[in-house]
Structures are given as C-alpha cells and as structure tokens.
C-alpha cells in the first residue's frame, strides 16, 4: 500500500485537500457534512493505493465520519448565530440520533461494502426526487410528528448515516420537508445533526475496524484513515462557514435544484460500481 511514485502521492494530495474544499462549501451551503463528496472520492483513493476490497467501503465512511466532526462543528455555529436552527427538535432528536449511529457503527464491522452503497443511494435518489421534481402537495405531515415518531426519525437518521459516511443533513432535509418546513431552517438545523452524528459515527468507525488494521493502509486507527483525514479536515473547515452565509443569500429554489442535481449524480456513481 505504501509503494506508489512520488508523483501519484502528490496527486492523491491533491485530490483530497480538493475534496476538502467541495464537502467544506456543501457543509455549510446544505447543512451537510460532505460525505456525500468524500465517501466516493476516498473510495477509489483507498482502492489505488491498495486497500482489499471487503473494507475499502468501511474506511471511506469511517474517514469521512471524522472529517466531519470539525466541518460540522463550525457551520452549526455559523447557522445558529443567524438564528435559523431549531434547538428544541435537535434537543429532542439527540439521542435517538446517537443511538442509531452507534448502531450503524456495529454494523460496519459486519456488513458487505453493497450495504453501504445501496444505502447511499436510496437516500440520495430519494432526497433529489423530493427537492428535484416535489410539490408543495408533496408533504407527510404539516409538522415534524410528536412522539414515538420524532424518535424513531431520529433514530433512523442516525442508522443510516453512519452507513453511508454522511453528516445526517440530506435525511434531514427531506424529512423536514416533508414535515412542512422551510429550506433555511431545514438545512441549519440539519448542521447540527452532523456534530451528533459526527463524533460518535467516528469513535464507532474506529473501534469496529480495529481488528482489521493489519490489513489497512498506515497510519489507519480502526476505520479511520488519519493520512485522508488531515488533508481533507483543513480546507473543509476553512470553507464551511463560506458555505452556510451563502446558503442565506440564494433562493429557496436554486438551493433545492443545486442539491437534487449533486445527490442524483452521487447516487449514480455507486449504482455504477455495483453493476
């Protein structure tokens, strides 16, 4: 894993510090902590230089997982001082959310790689059809349910973002719209869903691949790649809060059209790889 040319290392760099800077932007941009970027670029990255198949996906998610945490962190700051977040349905959503994340976690020590990606896209695709093609007439409910229902939402996010390397923003969103809320108070409160799922998504990464770092790249602690992590976690927490002062700026349509076109090409490239 560690014999590739100089050259291909300096360009891996590249590609991660570039990494950065998109997941950073989206971070702040939609609420989402950019493991929808990161997942698949760190995918191929970890194939290159070596990384068996059977955990390349596991490290990919695991990696982005924690590059999340500080990306997540500071966008969550930037939309709270603009006053957008609601605090008392994230308040009520914090531990079914940590609970579904530790969850996924176990479940990454087990699970196939086409797991991982068929979770990945059904989300995405479900998300883009929602913010793409949905009506007004498109709703489930004219507010976030009352319990258990809050619950077990947050429960569910929790699950299937930590199997797909994600921030919880995406599935947020699309359950917040559905629910009848605005896209500004969707995307700010879906930030700090990141930081809870964020920091124990990672710690969870870390202990389920810690039986397998014989078999994964250096300086790897469980399924976290420390060498991805420090070239992508600068640029992205640089450019979050570029993202979030943006996302109050544009229209509430071009933010919808902006993230149903990148979660719909997401989406396709991981139902290419399983073909």
Known sequence: MGGLPIGEWVMLAV???GAGVVSGLLAGLFGVGGGAVMVPVLYQLFGIIGVPDALKMQLAVGTSLAVIIPTS?????THRRKGAVDEALLKAWAIPVIVGVLAGSWLASFAPP???KLVFVFVA??????????KESWKLADDIPAEPGRSIIGGVTGLLSALMGIGGGSIINLVMSFCNRPIHQSVATASGIGVLISIPGAIGYVAAGWSKMAELPPLSIGFVSLIGAALIMPTSMFVAPIGASLAHRLPKRTLEIAFASFLALMGLRFVISLV
């Open 15 to 17: 590609v991660l510090l």
């Open 114 to 116: 086409a797991v991982f």
């Open 125 to 134: 695709w479900a998300t883009a059809i929602k913010l793409g093609f949905g």
């Open 73 to 77: 962190i500071r966008s969550f700051t």
